[in-house]
Every structure is written in structure tokens, then in C-alpha cells.
């Protein structure tokens, strides 16, 4: 028998390449990552039209009478519906990672996106269920129905915004989860109740799509945070001095953060004492020619008789 599989696959991704070129929709978001103003909304956004684009390719060239016995079997979906998931997977991780970045330059933060593995277990549990039906027809819509292949991308959107908000809250920042509810003409009591701004980490169920879903969960920086590698304070991203904490509104503060802002002046407050001696010591070495440890004695026991 001969094996559908090369042609079959050739022909989706000849269309999913036509739908690429011409779809306005994803011209316009991909502007928005040139013009460095898009966001996890505009990556979901980017999910839907990719997910809609791969069951276009799935519905107009997969039908009953062109597989074996009418069968989705294990090795015709391991063959094309894996590799076709996992390129539109690879489209959106790419658009995720340039969001991610814009996120981390906005927010003053070098730290490079995490980009999370592909969900294989959700690949691995489609193909399953196509390998098992007697029939293609009677599953055909786990494909060519928009709904699964968005659904399955938009999740991949989730996973990208929980580990780089992993990262951050590991990193000593404050990240909080973000869940949107756009309503529509089908009201969702489930996604309406989860709507809402939630500190990290947080409920797993916050993440949480059913079919159909196209809720959008996204993450910001808290207003003042430490980094825990160097114990810098930070608000919005900007690395904040002494005389900064000392000014900041501390009705904003956490009792935790205020302890991180005392530490912070304090941190602060050392590393300008030890400035302003190393140069005290470097004026007397050049004033009197002593050395290094002769001045260093001297301007401590002036210090101390102040």
C-alpha cells in the first residue's frame, strides 16, 4: 500500500503557507512586534489565527476516502498531524519570545525569555483519539473544527506566560497573573468567575481553557520588587537609589517590601561609605606618599575621632 503521508503533508503546508502570506490579520500583529507594541493579548490573538489556519489546511485536504480503510491510523497522524501541530507551536513560540522581550526591555530587565517545551502529551492524546475511532468521520473534528488546534495554542500562550513569570517571582519580583474575560455572545459563568488580577503563584485553575476559550492570561511586574541575585530594589523596572527609596510612597509597601527597602538603604548607604573612603585613602596616599595600608589607618582614625 502505498504511503500517503509525503504528499498529504506537502499539500497542508503548501496551504498553511498560501493562509500565512495572505492572512491581514497576522501582517497586523506582526507589525505590532516591529513597532515594539505588542502584547500576550496580541499573542493569543496570533494563537487563534494560527490554530484557525492549521484546521483550514487539516479540513480541506484530509477526508475519509483518501485514508487507508477510512482510518486516521497512529503513523499517517504521527507522520502529518505532528509535524503540522508542531510547526504552528514553533510559529507562535516564536512571536511569544519577541512579546516576552519587548515585556522584559520595557520593564528595564535583561533577563532572555524562557521558552517552554511543546505540550507533546496534548499531541500524543489527539493522535490517540484519531488512531482509535473506527472511523475518520467520526472524529474529523478534532482537526478541521478550529476550536481544538486554537485551543491547543493558546494553552502553549499560558505556558509561555507562567514560566517567565516563574522567573521573575524566583528572581525576587512580584509578578501578578492577569486573566481577561472577553465575553461575546455566548456568556461563560466558569471564565467570568476566574476574570481578575491574582499575585504568583497562584491557582492553577487560573490557566485553566475548555473548548472554545479565549480567555487571554497574561503577567506584569509588581510596582517594587528585588532582584535576588544582586538585592537591587526596583520599581517599574528601574533600578531605584537611596534617596529614591527613601522618597517612594510607603502606603504602597508591603511589610515585606518595606523590609527589602530598608535592606536596599542600607545596602545602599555601605556601598557610597566605602566609595567616599577608598577615595579619602587614595587623596592621602597621593598627599603624603604613604601607602596603601598606612593611609587606610590614617582616615579610619579620623573617621573615629569625628
Request: aromatic share 8%; charged share 30%; proline share 3%.
Amino acid at each position: 500500500m502505498t504511503d500517503i503521508s509525503p504528499e498529504l503533508l506537502e499539500k497542508i503546508n503548501q496551504t498553511i503557507d498560501e493562509e500565512l502570506t495572505s492572512n491581514k490579520i497576522l501582517k497586523d500583529l506582526l507589525r505590532k512586534i516591529r513597532d515594539g507594541t505588542a502584547t500576550y493579548e496580541d499573542a493569543d490573538r496570533f494563537a487563534v489565527e494560527i490554530g484557525d489556519i492549521l484546521s483550514k489546511a487539516f479540513g480541506k485536504h484530509i477526508t475519509t476516502s483518501i485514508l487507508p480503510d477510512g482510518r486516521m491510523y497512529w503513523n499517517i497522524g504521527k507522520a502529518v498531524i505532528e509535524p503540522t501541530m508542531l510547526r504552528g507551536n514553533e510559529l507562535l513560540a516564536e512571536y511569544c519570545k519577541r512579546v516576552q522581550s519587548l515585556m522584559n526591555q520595557a520593564e528595564g530587565i535583561g533577563f532572555e525569555p524562557v521558552v517552554p517545551g511543546v505540550n507533546q502529551n496534548r499531541i500524543d492524546g489527539i493522535l490517540n483519539r484519531l488512531d482509535h475511532a473506527e472511523s475518520y468521520d467520526d472524529v474529523h473534528f478534532l482537526l478541521d473544527d478550529s476550536a481544538y488546534m486554537q485551543n491547543f495554542l493558546e494553552s502553549a500562550v499560558n505556558d509561555f506566560v507562567v514560566q517567565n513569570a516563574d522567573l521573575m517571582y524566583n528572581s525576587g519580583f512580584n509578578p501578578k497573573i492577569i486573566r481577561i474575560y472577553h465575553g461575546g455572545k455566548n456568556h461563560c459563568d466558569y471564565c467570568a468567575n476566574l476574570a481578575g488580577t491574582y499575585d504568583y503563584p497562584c491557582n492553577r485553575e487560573i490557566y485553566v481553557r475548555h473548548r472554545d476559550c479565549h480567555c487571554t492570561v497574561m503577567y506584569k511586574v509588581g510596582e517594587f520588587s528585588q532582584d535576588a541575585h544582586t538585592k537591587n530594589i526596583y520599581q517599574d523596572g528601574r533600578r531605584m537609589k537611596a534617596i529614591d527609596l527613601m522618597s517612594a510612597d510607603q502606603s504602597k509597601l508591603t511589610p515585606k517590601q518595606a523590609r527589602l527597602v530598608e535592606k536596599g538603604i542600607s545596602q545602599e548607604q555601605n556601598r557610597e561609605f566605602k566609595q567616599t573612603k577608598a577615595r579619602l585613602i587614595r587623596e592621602e596616599m597621593e598627599r603624603t606618599g604613604a601607602n596603601h595600608r598606612t593611609a587606610s589607618i590614617r582616615v579610619t582614625l579620623r573617621n573615629n575621632n569625628r
